[in-house]
């Protein structure tokens, strides 16, 4: 069964860290792009961050170029989303997201067969 399962959301203050991670399960994640997505509460759902196969590009939304970082161990099937400088703003369910016909060449949401059910991040003093 392909699964892909987000954690490390949580409760943190402004200013704080939080990093996320994207397992996947049934299936490798080796040749696959996989992007990170967030809606917040009463918005649309956003691009965040993408990581290339291999990890050769990566691509960040403007406003969190500078302090979240993406990353990948092939080795682990995960993908990781390091989250510093954490705004209110960031509130949001974070959800990473793949299929083999996704390409991270921009935020835009492809229409992805794989996603997972997010981990909510809560940024509040």
């Known amino acids: 069964q392909v699964q892909l399962v987000e954690s490390g959301g949580g409760l943190v203050q402004p200013g704080g860290s939080l990093s996320l991670s994207c397992v996947a399960s049934?299936?490798?994640?080796?040749?696959?792009?996989i992007g990170w997505f967030r809606q917040a509460p009463g918005k649309e759902r956003e691009g965040v961050s993408c990581i290339s196969n291999i990890g050769g590009r990566r691509v960040y939304a403007d406003s969190v170029k500078n302090r979240f970082t993406i990353s990948r161990d092939d080795a682990k099937n995960t993908v990781d989303l390091q989250m510093n400088s954490l705004k209110p703003e960031d509130t949001a369910v974070y959800y990473c997201?793949?299929?083999?016909?996704?390409?991270?060449?921009?935020?835009?949401?492809?229409?992805?067969?794989?996603w997972g059910k997010g981990t909510l991040v809560t940024v509040s003093s």
């Open positions: 049934g299936f490798n994640l080796y040749n696959y792009h």
């Open positions: 997201a793949t299929d083999l016909n996704y390409r991270c060449t921009g935020l835009l949401d492809q229409n992805m067969d794989y």
